[in-house]
């Protein structure tokens, strides 16, 4: 379906404005407990953003500093002078543009931008974290590659790898994504015009980073030296995998580490056809997407503290993976392929497999828990199916009451990851 960036917008906000409506309808007679205010809305990472406002960057080598933290959306932040309140505001526009920016991109139905809107993480946006900035950032990315613009490609990606930390992560995979995506004979004039293209405005923000913290902090590589402090460091993964609040969100984690290792089983499929067969994959969007959820899959379990659980932590997974364009490129081809029953048993047994990673079925509790997850991944993949209309409402209904679930949840001072 062809959209119009004016009409996709007006969609977006008309939808954040409804989000923000309920809320406060459903406070006004009582059945939450809090709307969004200066105090409540500053949580978390929240105040490392303020610190690094204020003060500029920070290491320590033996706690937690500002140092761990991308430049972009702080200084962004302080240019303009908001509160709190308004920074909100202003990351609720930011995403609304970066959705309509997708959406022109990937040519949605209503109905599956509605589905997409309503992602459980996306209430993440409409808080002062930097998702929403980056959000922005990956679908102009996205839109500027697709119209061939790459004076304004290059811009948008060193941007981009000043509000969060993938660049590591985009670099190789930009090379592997157009490398799958061409004849093998041309991997030479393939890496060349990629590394033109896209590694080096990633490399050129990175190093610009690297420097600021080195000029405030004179700490050469202090964010990785950061991130080690907090524990997050080579490692091998510990069972059962965990997460800092336990049950109650650890399924949102082991859906997107799931979405993961379904994207390796994909990408090997893909090098596979490519290396031996000389059969180039047509979407190089999707590889990408591939590659970054990927990435995030073995960082997860290769670089991640044990805090609290004293095994391997998984906590933001869904985060990671979830609130960003990356799972709606991946969902979108999703729902876009047909499946038959063996593939329906084939998930029900990988699923299984993979939830033994986070608990040993020693009651039946643990069995009907992940398989809740089973049955989600299940829903997703009789969307395609499109003569089930009542699929797409459970799965909306169950979005929409999800991301007011976690919103609420962050405002009243925990954080859903």
């Not at 590591?168 to 990629?194: C, G, Q, R």
């Not at 399924?251 to 067969?277: E, T």
Request: hydrophobic residues 55%.
């Amino acid at each position: 379906m062809k959209h119009t960036f004016i009409k996709t917008l007006l969609y977006s906000l008309v939808y954040i404005l409804f989000f923000h409506l309920i809320q406060f309808f459903l406070y006004k007679i009582d059945m939450v407990s809090v709307v969004p205010d200066a105090q409540n809305l500053s949580s978390f990472d929240v105040g490392w953003y303020k610190k690094i406002i204020q003060y500029g960057y920070e290491y320590r080598s033996n706690e937690g500093a500002t140092a761990a933290f991308f430049p972009l959306f702080p200084y962004l932040w302080k240019f303009l002078s908001l509160n709190l309140v308004t920074v909100s505001i202003l990351n609720a526009l930011m995403f609304a543009v970066g959705f309509s920016l997708l959406a022109i991109v990937l040519a949605p139905t209503v109905q599956e931008m509605t589905l997409w809107i309503t992602f459980p993480m996306l209430y993440i946006m409409f808080v002062p974290y930097s998702e929403a900035l980056f959000f922005l950032l990956l679908s102009a990315s996205y839109y500027s590659i697709k119209k061939g613009r790459t004076y304004l490609t290059w811009i948008l990606l060193f941007l981009l790898s000043l509000s969060r930390p993938v660049a590591m992560i985009l670099m190789p995979a930009f090379l592997i994504a157009e490398l799958i995506s061409h004849d093998k004979k041309t991997w030479l004039s393939v890496v060349a015009s990629t590394t033109y293209r896209y590694v080096l405005p990633l490399a050129a923000g990175l190093a610009f980073f690297i420097w600021i913290q080195y000029y405030q902090t004179g700490v050469w590589f202090a964010f990785f030296k950061q991130e080690e402090a907090w524990g997050r460091k080579f490692q091998y993964p510990t069972f059962p995998l965990n997460t800092l609040h336990g049950p109650k969100y650890l399924w949102m984690n082991a859906l997107a580490l799931f979405a993961g290792l379904f994207s390796i089983i994909m990408l090997v499929r893909a090098g596979i056809l490519w290396l031996f067969k000389n059969k180039p994959s047509s979407d190089n969007l999707y590889l990408l997407s591939l590659l970054y959820m990927a990435a995030i899959f073995i960082q997860i379990l290769f670089f991640s503290p044990t805090w609290d659980t004293g095994t391997t932590n998984v906590f933001d997974t869904c985060r990671y993976v979830f609130a960003t364009p990356f799972f709606i490129v991946f969902i979108n081809k999703l729902f876009s392929k047909t499946y038959s029953y063996k593939d329906y048993i084939g998930v029900l047994l990988l699923s299984n497999a993979f939830w033994l990673l986070f608990a040993h079925y020693n009651h039946i509790q643990y069995f009907l828990y992940f398989n809740v997850c089973t049955a989600f991944v299940m829903l997703y993949m009789l969307y395609s199916n499109k003569k089930l209309t009542w699929v797409p409402m459970i799965i909306t209904a169950l979005h929409f009451f999800l991301q007011i679930h976690f919103y609420q949840y962050y405002l009243t001072g925990y954080f859903p990851g």
